[in-house]
């Protein structure tokens, strides 16, 4: 443990002879104390580094820097939305034009195109992770160029945007690594090639799913629900790209991507299994009910995503855990998960896996 610049000061006193005054006041005292801080600073430095023995005391960077230079493990930035945008009038969108929501969230044109009375543009949110993922109708304002354009908006919701990888999150992929040996295409190395995408939650890996020489892989996004799209595609085209043609796979199988040759690879979101809850709370005195719903739902969102992948089933009393360890709540009652009081099953077969997702949680307030 790093010491005090108080107690580094005594201790550079008692190596000094005691024909010096070493009161505090003294030159003695003023000048040691002074150095101390350095010392200070210079033993905490000490310290981190002696932690590094366990990775997990290092700090993001730091941590990062190691696995990479350890296992060539990459740390995953967060990702940023995308969408289309729809705009009303005639003129010409060009890549890097800027538009916004109300609350000032910007989002910018990936694509340089001339629209006449209406027409679609393919755009990216600014800003990485999941505050990227508006709903439909929120990015209506222009920022640097208007033009004949009468109107902005998003017809559909944008999606795609993924948190930066947290330091656990890096330190169970690296554990992952190092526990479970990559060799030329087995199970493990498919899953680490889609944990090296930025995005990619967890990850099942199904051989032979849909006959020889086939593998599916099936991801969740790092926020716990089925993969988005754009995050399917990104791991589809790292592992096993291919090129639609009238329907074909051109290129797939061909070793074009990170998979061998003749391994033709499926990348897949795993499939939601819906939740419905409802309960009955009983709130602490003061508690705010919106406050406290809200970190109700958190606590159930942040066990499903534990669960995904994991295990073959929802347990209702674990639900019920999350719940009560929730602040500002005395008590619940009434739980209900899809209308029952059973643990809800969650398919992993040989060609697909569940990812429970809370579609519905209702709560009301006891009289």
Known sequence: MAKTDIEITKELLTKLPDTYQKNV??????????????????????????????????????????????????????????????????????????????????????????ITTSGTVNAECLTGGTIGNVPINQIT????????????????????????????ELYERYIDDVSNPVTSGNVYHYKKW???????????????????????????????????????????????????????????????????????????????????????????????????DAAIESNIKSYLKDVAFTENYVSYAKIGNAIIDTDGLFDYSSLTVNGGTSNISLVDSDTDAEVPVLTTLTITEAV
């Open 25 to 114: 006041g003294e030159f003695a005292w003023d000048f040691f104390r002074s150095i101390s801080y350095l010392f200070q600073q210079f033993f905490e430095i000490l310290d981190y580094i002696k932690s590094w023995s366990d990775l997990r005391n290092l700090n993001l960077e730091d941590m990062a820097r190691l696995v990479y230079q350890l296992r060539g493990i990459v740390h995953r930035e967060a990702t940023k939305s995308t969408g289309v945008l729809t705009l009303t009038g005639s003129d010409t969108v060009t890549t890097g034009d800027i538009f916004q929501t109300p609350d000032g969230l910007q989002f910018k044109a990936t694509e340089t195109k001339a």
């Open 141 to 168: 304002q222009f920022i640097t160029y208007k033009g004949n354009f009468t109107a902005v908006t998003n017809a559909t919701a944008f999606s795609g945007g993924y948190e930066e990888e947290t330091k656990d």
């Open 194 to 292: 889609a944990l090296d995408i930025a995005g990619v939650g967890k990850v099942k890996v199904k051989p032979l799913w849909d006959g020889d020489n086939t593998v599916k892989v099936i991801l969740t996004g790092n926020d716990g629900l089925p993969a988005s799209s754009s995050l399917v595609n990104a791991v589809q085209n790292y592992i096993d790209p291919y090129i639609l043609d009238n329907g074909n796979k051109i290129g797939w199988g061909c070793g074009n991507g990170q998979a061998p040759i003749g391994a033709y690879c499926t990348v897949a979101a795993g499939t939601a299994k819906n939740l419905t809850i409802t309960l009955i709370a009983t709130y602490a005195a003061g508690a705010v009910k919106a406050d406290v």
